[in-house]
């Protein structure tokens, strides 16, 4: 009997820890970051040059827009390039704000090779950074008729 007494509680013990060792379970869950280079562009910019002072250079005219940045990877740039020369006379350049740590190249007349805008980009998320758009024009450059072009900006390593 006695032996009854002392054993009983001790299998109701086993039996308790076999029940709360069951009640767990692992499980291995992967883990990954990839690379995020994202670029957003807003606004619809316009520019339409129709003035100039008498013995100048017709006036330039300026319109603005807004981006947004995000990179979790460092040492990366952004470039700029459009999709078809502009007509002889006609520039068209484009200035984009650096977001923090990072560095603006300024107004960059832009062409069909990419030219640096931005450049010293590290991890960050910015958005509402200002993009200034330019447009010149001699005298020579004549009438030009409405027209696009279209920018192309890439986020990528830097230099």
């Known amino acids: 009997m006695k032996l009854f007494r002392y054993a009983a509680p001790a299998v109701v013990l086993l039996a308790l820890s076999a029940a709360k060792a069951s009640a767990q379970a692992t499980q291995d869950v992967a883990l990954e970051v990839q690379a995020i280079n994202q670029l957003s562009f807003t606004g619809s910019p316009s520019l339409t040059i129709s003035t100039a ?26 470039t700029a390039q ?28 832009l062409g069909t090779t990419a030219q640096d805008v931005v450049t010293g980009i590290g991890t960050v998320n910015a958005s ?21 072009r279209t920018v192309t900006y890439t986020i990528t390593a830097g230099a």
């Open 82 to 109: 459009i999709d078809a020369d502009t007509p002889s006379g006609v520039t068209l350049s484009a200035s984009l704000a650096a977001p923090s740590g990072a560095t603006s190249a300024g107004a960059v007349q």
């Open 128 to 148: 509402g950074l200002n993009v200034t758009y330019t447009l010149s024009a001699t005298a020579a450059a004549g009438v030009v008729p409405s027209t696009s």
């Open 53 to 78: 002072t008498a013995g100048s250079a017709p006036t330039s005219a300026t319109a603005n827009a807004s981006y947004a940045v995000t990179t979790n990877e460092t040492n990366r740039k952004v």
